[in-house]
């Protein structure tokens, strides 16, 4: 029994370090700041949450659990303020500009509904 | 080797390579960034030399609260950095000065691994008079009771320290609000996140302070964690930092230290020397300063982040052009 | 040659980076980076003694954690540094307010304060 809790854990700490590092070479590789952000954020949430349950077997029940998953949950309210603030610092000004209702469509009648930004 | 050592090995190699990149980065503001990541490997060294309390520490004070510091005073000395560079010594000078601290490197290293063996040690005096206190953490027993004096001198000299940074104003701002953490007022994760992790903040530093009496914790770490939710609150723009001649928030600054002293005045008549407890009242006098220097520290470390006071109007225009 | 031994090499390396810092970078903040630098390479050097002076504590039986009284130093030494890192920030800041440069040499003119600004 141990020793299937124990594989448990190395397999889901890897796994977690797998996620880590393609946050990772996402951040080296990604041309800019809000793509970098993405991989990051994404990757590091679920990086960590697969490190946490991997150390569940190994922590005392039930105050290391609460624990650990405090930490877990800790990690992402904070990751996703700082995700947001460091996307609102970088967004480019000409994504506030919103198109008029009235304004003349740039496309064919027929060509497939343009996506509008956010 | 076993994986200890490949462990130790691997942080050495990272807190080694990022001291070479806060020497060697462009930017202030990338050397202060990697500081705290630095900061943060430094506390996992500090918890494979067995220190979890000063683990604690340095994460909190010496990476948290300090990064912070430094990356706001980046922030603030972009504009000359650029003026800085050019007056970088030359390649022989830098040549000579390399060797040199080599050199006193090579003296430390030396020292190092001529080290008595087997070492001095206090720690068997420590814990066989640690009953005694009622403590069973022996970092606070030493920091409480056996060298309650340093931790006196500690808590007093973070006054001044703070009366300093306030007299780095102009005359006609005394009065007024610190202003280094003019809140941030665009958009709405920020205020989201200080609305609601100091309740579990707060929760953590009382915590962290009950429990360093028996446990690894203690008053420094939790007063740092308190701190921090105090100056999460401000800079989201949530509460304005008092004015530096608001009364009940000098009495609170003071209050830490003059508890100690108090106790440690009546440790002469009761017990016979400064600072020493009478023996059945030793915990809860040990308690009751802690209580105390919790709310001083906690009060000086969110003030000397937030910097010497502005006038009121130069305040509020550093308020609204952040919006 | 024990993790312990191999932290205090760390140790003297830092120490020997940041006083290298210190004196080459011209900036007044990297000044005070590298000053960290050398406190927390200091730092190190107690934790290490702190952890060859805890054996004493495992063959007693008594547990397996290093010496308290060099902690409770670096403790204390950790909170004294931060303060007076503050005070060396502020300190930069306002002369850089002041006198529109960032590093500590004297012998410049202050550059004539912008319109609207008191002279303190």
Known sequence: MSLALDLFTIVAVTLGAIFFLAGTVGLLRFPDTLTRLHALTKADNLGLGLVVLGLLPQATAPLGWIGLIAVWLLALLSGATVGQLLAEAVRPPEWDQTRTPDAPPDVHPNAPEASSHD | ?323 | MSGTTLFGLCAAALVGLGLYGLICQPGALRKILAFNLIGSGVFLLFGVIAQRGGGVLALAGTGADGDPVPQALVITGLVVAFAATAIAVTLLVRLAETSARGTLEGDEPAPPAPAGERRP
């Open chain 2, 1 to 323: 080797m076993t994986s200890a050592l490949v462990v130790d090995a691997a942080l050495i190699l990272l807190v080694l390579g990022l001291a070479l990149w806060i020497t060697a980065a462009r930017a202030a503001y990338g050397a202060a960034v990697g500081f705290v990541a630095y900061g943060l490997l430094l506390t996992l060294v500090w918890v494979r030399l067995a220190a979890v309390d000063v683990a604690m520490t340095e994460a909190a004070l010496g990476s948290g609260l300090t990064g912070l510091l430094l990356l706001g005073a980046a922030a603030r000395l972009a504009p000359y950095e650029a003026a800085e560079h050019q007056r970088r010594p030359g390649l022989g000078l830098r040549v000579l000065v390399g060797i040199l601290c080599a050199a006193i490197a090579a003296g430390l290293a030396a020292v190092v691994l001529l080290l008595p063996d087997p070492a001095p040690s206090q720690a068997l005096a420590v814990a066989a008079h640690l009953p005694a206190t009622g403590l069973g953490n022996p970092v606070t027993g030493v920091l409480m009771a056996y060298r309650a004096v340093d931790t006196l001198l500690e808590s007093v000299v973070l006054v001044p320290a703070l009366i300093g940074v306030w007299s780095l104003s102009t005359e006609m701002s005394w009065g007024g609000r610190p202003g280094f953490l003019t809140p941030c007022r665009s958009g709405s994760a920020l205020p989201l996140l200080a609305r609601m992790l100091p309740p579990f903040g707060i929760l953590v530093g009382i915590h962290l302070v009950w429990a360093g009496a028996d446990d690894p914790g203690g008053k420094f770490q939790g007063a740092a964690v308190l701190a921090a939710m105090w100056i999460l609150v401000m800079v989201a723009g949530l509460r304005e930092p008092p004015p530096v001649s608001d009364r009940l928030m000098r009495f609170l600054l003071v209050v830490g230290p003059l508890c100690f002293i108090g106790i440690g005045a009546a440790g002469i008549r009761l017990a016979g020397a400064f600072l020493a407890y009478p023996e059945a009242y030793a915990k809860p006098l040990i308690i009751a300063i802690e209580v105390g220097l919790t709310i001083s520290v906690t009060a000086v470390l969110g003030l000397l982040l937030a910097g010497p006071p502005v006038p009121e109007p130069q305040y509020q225009r550093q308020s609204r052009r952040r919006s």
